[in-house]
């Protein structure tokens, strides 16, 4: 199994300029979900997803949409890119919502936006 | 308000000696607490988890304590190797999706 993947690893960006983040996993999980990570800060949830056709907001939505057609693929759209989006992405899936189940990460996008 | 935090930024040990890094939580809610290891370039990795009925947990090298009392998580790793060098955070549960996530502290190990 790959696990998580993520493409692209490195992005870089113009304001006002759109792209999608790709996610993917192997795993045959439920749960996936859109973390950010700032420099010197925790991971800050976007968007999360119980199944395919289901997604909801999390902490810090905002400037972002996702979609999730498939069980496999949770896609993160930024529509209209912001400096302030610049961040480290990282996607994860669990098999269930429950907090007692693992998280599975994967290596991260590093986006700049200028 | 909630939040997690860790007590030193940096943390370099010589290798083979034990490390402590330390977490503070501040919502005596929290029920569930996770490490997670965070190597370069690379997303966060899973160590160790505990709950809060409990005090103490133990894995392959590696401890958790937990003191509710004054609301203080530490990750133990015993004879450090080159390769724990990475940034180790904290993360809090109340139930459900809310995770709060610590910034993180990062491990040198020296050789």
């Known amino acids: 199994n790959a696990g998580v993947t993520q493409t692209p690893k490195f992005r870089i960006l113009k304001i006002g300029q759109s792209m999608t983040l790709q996610c993917t996993q192997d795993?045959?999980?439920?749960?996936m979900y859109w973390y950010r990570q700032d420099p010197g800060m925790g991971l800050k949830l976007i968007y999360y997803s119980v199944g395919a056709g289901i997604t909801d907001k999390g902490e810090v939505p905002n400037g972002y949409n996702v979609s999730r057609s498939t069980t496999e693929d949770f896609p993160l759209r930024l529509e209209l890119a912001a400096p302030s989006q610049t961040s480290v992405y990282f996607c994860?899936?669990?098999?269930?919502?429950?907090?007692?189940?693992?998280?599975?990460f994967g290596p991260g996008t590093r986006l700049t936006v200028l | 308000g909630e939040s997690v935090g860790l007590h030193l930024p940096t943390l370099s040990v010589q290798e083979g000696d034990n490390s402590i890094i330390n977490c503070a939580y501040s919502?005596?809610?929290?029920?569930?607490f996770i490490w997670y290891k965070q190597e370069s370039g690379k997303g966060p990795q899973f160590i160790i988890d505990i709950r809060s009925n409990m005090d103490k947990r133990q894995g392959q090298r590696v401890t958790v304590l937990l003191n509710k009392t004054v609301k203080h998580l530490s990750l133990q790793i015993a004879a450090t190797q080159p390769g724990d060098s990475a940034v180790y955070f904290c993360a809090e549960n109340t139930g459900g999706f809310k995770t709060i996530f610590g910034a993180g502290t990062r491990l040198f190990v020296k050789a």
């Open positions: 919502n005596s809610a929290s029920d569930y």
């Open positions: 795993m045959n999980h439920n749960y």
């Open positions: 994860a899936s669990s098999l269930s919502g429950s907090p007692y189940n693992e998280q599975f």
